[in-house]
Nanobody, 124 residues
Framework: QVQLVESGGRLVQAGGSLRLSCAASGRTFSGYVMGWFRQAPGKEREFVATIDRSGSFTSEADSVKGRFFISRDNAKNTLYLQMNSLKPEDTAVYYC?????????????????WGQGTQVTVSS
């Protein structure tokens, strides 16, 4: 089992940047595919980005491609999400998630462990 704690969310102006972090503890972090998801008020939780166990391969949602970048540092047991050119529609609670088995996936059901989330608010 792995425990996940997100941080880095805050209020930011449109066009600005933020870096979210997700600290993992418990079982070996490098054994998990990791993902970022987000949930805006009144909407379903949606996929943002995912990264393989080594950090070599990533996949991003079309809505964030070219603006958001997922990365990981297995030595520090930490997952990151660099968010650039932020838009008001990026406002949401951002969650990190861990997938112990299988390859990259954008499906929520593919992830077994979730953090508590961090709020990102983008003002216009």
């Amino acid at each position: 089992q792995v425990q996940l704690v997100e941080s880095g969310g805050r209020l930011v102006q449109a066009g600005g940047s933020l870096r979210l972090s997700c600290a993992a503890s418990g079982r070996t972090f490098s054994g998990y595919v990791m993902g970022w998801f987000r949930q805006a008020p009144g909407k379903e939780r949606e996929f943002v980005a995912t990264i393989d166990r080594s950090g070599s391969f990533t996949s991003e949602a079309d809505s964030v491609k070219g603006r958001f970048f997922i990365s990981r540092d297995n030595a520090k047991n930490t997952l990151y999400l660099q968010m650039n050119s932020l838009k008001p529609e990026d406002t949401a609670v951002y969650y990190c998630a861990a997938r112990p088995l299988g390859a990259l996936t954008s499906s929520l059901r593919g992830y077994n462990y979730w953090g508590q989330g961090t709020q990102v608010t983008v003002s216009s």
